[in-house]
Each structure stands twice: as C-alpha cells, then as structure tokens.
C-alpha cells in the first residue's frame, strides 16, 4: 500500500470557522509532513513531524496547528483563517531517518476561505 | 539561503521534439527528486536520483545528476501532449528537509 490520503478534498470555510485536515498513511514511514501551495507555485513546506514529533515549524501562523496522534496520522487543526489561506493543502510522508527521502504526497485539500 | 533554479519556467513544445529543462542548486547535496504535477492534482514521484552521476530514465523522460556542478536536467525526448504538465524539481538538504524549485510549466502541442 503506496497511498496517502487525505480527507476532506475539497473545504470552504468562514473566518470564524474551526475545521480540521485529516492525513493518514500505512507505509510505516516515520516522517509526516504538511505543505501549502497557491496557484501556480511550488509546494512550501509548513510542518514536519518525525517519530511523532514536531521538528520543523516554517514560521507559520498560529491559526494553522498541527497534531500527529500516531505514526499513521496526522491533522492540521483551521482557526480564524484569512482569505490569503485559501490553497491546496498537501500532506506527504517519507521513510528515511538519515534524509529527507522521496516524498510520498496525498491528493491534497482544497481549501477555499470566505 | 538555499536556492533551487529551474528554467524555464515555461516551456511550449511540438509534438515530437526534444527538449531540456535544467535545475540548478546552490547548497551540497548529492539527493535530489523530480516530481510531476497536473492541473488541480497533487505531486507524483518521478525520479529520485541519490548519487552523482546518477541517471534514470523512464519512457521519453530521462533525469541526470551533476553534484560538483550542482545541476540536474530532465530530458525530454520525442514529446508527446500526455507529458503536458508542471515538472518541479527538489533537493534533499538534510533531515526532514526538501527545498522546491518554483516549477516548470511544460505544454506540448500537436
């Protein structure tokens, strides 16, 4: 089982709104990350957790939070969002201890903020 | 600061040409990954190249690494409009780290 998947695909949301994105992946890899990309752009890393640890934080603003309850999951909990965060959100997981390693990406999240 | 460099970042091709796209890379690495992304999809792995002088090739794709020159390619051979798409090269700078190039928005036309 090569999959990540990530649920809801697409989310519209209000800025007073709390929503959640949900990630899961059964290919015993230890790393887990969130990224975010706009239109046209490339994928800009937010988040990773390593052995269900949070070891990077891109400076993101705390109305993105994320959580890893276990090696298989991983959510990113939506607060009062801005407008300018509506994007695709993707999450991928990697195997490698030593180095990052080839990413394995979900289908993403479309998120729209109203 | 880490810089990945693709060009072109645009790139219209004929049906059955041949073409390079070049990613350039300004830290040390020796890992570095080609994905694939279509309109309003996610990322798919194309090749992942873990040494210098690595080259792996896949239907009319094949991928290069150079790590003293810090460069890989994608070549493109005999084009064809299913290759119509976003290529993105990334580098693999160390834990838990992997840096995008901005993308190369490939359309090949009949």
């Known amino acids: 089982d090569t999959e990540v998947t990530q649920t809801p695909k697409h989310l519209v949301m209000g800025m007073t709104n709390k929503k959640s994105l949900k990630c899961e992946q059964h290919m015993g890899h230890r790393a887990m990350y969130w990224y975010k990309q706009k239109a046209k752009k490339p994928p800009e890393l937010m988040f990773v957790?390593?052995?269900?640890?949070?070891?990077i934080n891109e400076s993101v603003p705390s109305r993105f939070s994320p959580e890893c309850p276990n090696s298989s999951l991983l959510n990113l909990h939506l607060h009062a969002l801005q407008p300018e965060d509506s994007a695709l959100y993707l999450c991928?997981?990697?195997?490698?201890?030593?180095?990052?390693?080839?990413?394995?990406f979900g289908e993403g999240s479309r998120l729209t903020v109203l | 600061e880490l810089k990945v460099e693709q060009n072109p970042l645009f790139l219209s091709m004929q049906e059955g040409k041949n073409y390079t796209i070049y990613c350039n890379y300004s830290t040390t690495s020796d890992r570095l990954y080609w994905y694939r992304q279509d309109p309003g999809k996610s990322l798919e792995s194309l090749f992942v190249l873990l040494s210098n002088g690595a080259v792996k090739q896949e239907g009319r794709l094949m991928a290069s690494l150079d790590t003293k020159a810090r460069l890989s390619t994608l070549h493109i051979t005999a084009a064809v409009h299913d290759l119509s798409a976003t290529y993105f090269c990334a580098v693999d700078v160390g834990i838990n780290d992997m840096r995008f190039g901005a993308g190369t928005r490939l359309t090949v036309k009949p």
């Open positions: 957790y390593s052995y269900e640890k949070l070891s």
């Open positions: 991928a997981s990697s195997q490698r201890r030593e180095y990052t390693g080839e990413l394995f």
